[in-house]
């Protein structure tokens, strides 16, 4: 046996190896950061200020193919299919089972996107780009699986359904089901307890989800997480973040606190990860409902809550019933709470930190009952829920901000400050010490 040869490595399999690598986790310094994202809005503005308008409508009615063949193609597993060089549609239709001349007119439109490549030869062979390696299993800043829930906002694409449902629902009103859950026949939450393999596929979603709207692991630099002594990351998912910090801090410890079969499932893949013996000895799994606050995490001086992605899935009444509890749940501990969410600073602004907060707020509204907020309405809620909103501190390669809230702060503060004192910061010399928050 030890005479057989490993097969030799092609150039093609070095070349796809070489995409497998994060570009985000080490951002670029932010004066550099800032100018590339100023450089970018003016070519995107110029871009439409060029473009005739039937031109651009055309552009612009188009987008749920290219939606729909991306999250199709991310889906049947397509880019993994290519790991060892280029291929044919006719050897990839074959390999994964597929129509082969659909799937070539499907890939000739990501190509045109510039997701995938085309080299020419007898017949066209496809390969990876960077764009489409993010669709591999094991790529660092994975978005396959947060391509292939676009399943969910096809519902937005039934015209009359759609019509109907802007010309009778209130979508403010928690009672009533949003136009996912109409077609769902019950609320989505509950839609992914009740379907076996949902929640893990969701739970995959959301780690992507990380790396397109939390610039991968930018974060861990544009945070000083090393301040606090445990993490308790609420409805924390498969808990990304909290995997990261952990990682990056081994004095801290951590608390993964969600819905039963979540906590279960994250708490698997974990345990099966190799390196993970010292991680899962930092940190607990524990299960509970927001809306019940017994079940809630109590809080220790030096804690860190941290609430990513979580207000933005529910109205302000239940956002606020939930972020009351939490409150309550935290009582007198020195503990800071942290949020993870898009935050809309300008409505018009036509960034794509605008567009996509604007897209996201129309997903909210339409799958589930939340919605994206401004400042003002930030502030308002976590008022209502008893914090203070004290400062936003912007993530680079990110579409949301951390917004952070002193603790205690609810009846005891000196005063609010006023929103126009509020800290936009977005370097760490702007940081401000966490003891001196609490003198808020
Ligand atoms: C949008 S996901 C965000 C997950 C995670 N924070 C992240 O960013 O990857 C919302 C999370 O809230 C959890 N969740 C929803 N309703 C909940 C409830 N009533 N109690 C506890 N967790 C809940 C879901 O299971 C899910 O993990």
């Known amino acids: 046996m030890s005479g057989l040869k490993k097969p030799a490595r092609t150039a093609g399999a070095d070349y796809e190896d070489s995409l497998m690598r994060d570009g985000l986790s080490n951002p670029l310094p932010w004066p550099i950061y800032k100018a590339i994202q100023a450089l970018v809005w003016l070519l995107e503005y110029l871009l439409r200020r060029l473009t005739p308008p039937p031109i651009r409508m055309m552009k612009e009615s188009w987008r749920g193919y290219d939606s729909a063949a991306l999250g199709t193609i991310a889906h049947c597993g397509v880019a993994d299919e290519l790991r060892n060089g280029p291929l044919s549609a006719g050897q990839i239709a074959h ?56 399943q969910y906002w096809r519902c937005m694409y039934e015209q ?85 910090v952990l990682r990056a801090h081994p004095q801290m410890q951590g608390v993964l606190f969600d819905q039963p079969q979540v906590v279960k499932e994250t708490a698997d893949l974990w345990q099966a990860k190799n390196d993970s013996r010292s991680l899962m000895s930092r940190v607990a799994f524990v299960e509970g409902n927001f809306f019940k606050p017994g079940t809630l995490p109590r809080g220790k001086d030096g804690d860190l809550y941290h609430l990513r992605h979580i207000c933005h899935d529910w109205s302000d009444d239940a ?26 600073t300008n409505e018009f602004g036509g960034r794509s930190t605008d567009r996509m907060a604007a897209a ?81």
């Open 160 to 244: 009359d359904t759609m019509q109907q449902y802007l010309r009778t629902a209130d979508p403010d009103a928690a009672s009533e089901l949003t136009l996912l859950e109409r077609s769902l026949g019950k609320p989505f939450w509950k839609h992914l307890q009740d379907t076996p393999g949902l929640d893990a596929a969701f739970a995959a979603a959301m780690s992507d989800q990380s790396n397109g709207l939390h610039g991968g692991l930018a974060v861990l630099a544009d945070y000083d997480w090393s301040s606090y002594s445990r993490m308790i990351d609420f409805g924390g998912g498969p808990g990304t973040v909290l995997e990261a």
């Open 95 to 150: 390999n994964l089972g597929l129509r082969k001349d659909d799937l070539y007119t499907m890939l000739r439109l990501l190509v045109n996107n510039g997701i995938f490549e085309a080299l020419p030869g007898k017949p066209t062979l496809f390969r990876n780009n960077a764009m489409s390696a993010t669709l591999r299993e094991g790529h660092p800043t994975r978005m396959r699986y947060w391509c292939t829930v676009s």
């Open 360 to 440: 996201y707020d129309v997903m909210m509204r339409f799958l589930f009952h939340g919605k994206e907020r401004s400042l003002e309405a930030w502030r308002a809620l976590l008022d209502q829920g008893g914090f203070h909103l004290l400062r936003l501190r912007e993530i680079r390669n990110s579409f949301s901000c951390i917004i952070e809230l002193p603790q205690p702060c609810y009846g005891l503060g000196k005063g609010r400050p006023a929103l126009n004192t509020l800290q936009h910061a977005s370097n760490s010399q702007q940081l401000i010490q966490p003891t001196q928050l609490l003198l808020l």
């Open 319 to 344: 956002a606020v019933n939930l972020l009351q509890s939490l409150r309550r749940a935290i009582g007198p501990a020195r503990a800071m709470l942290v949020l993870t969410e898009m935050v809309i």
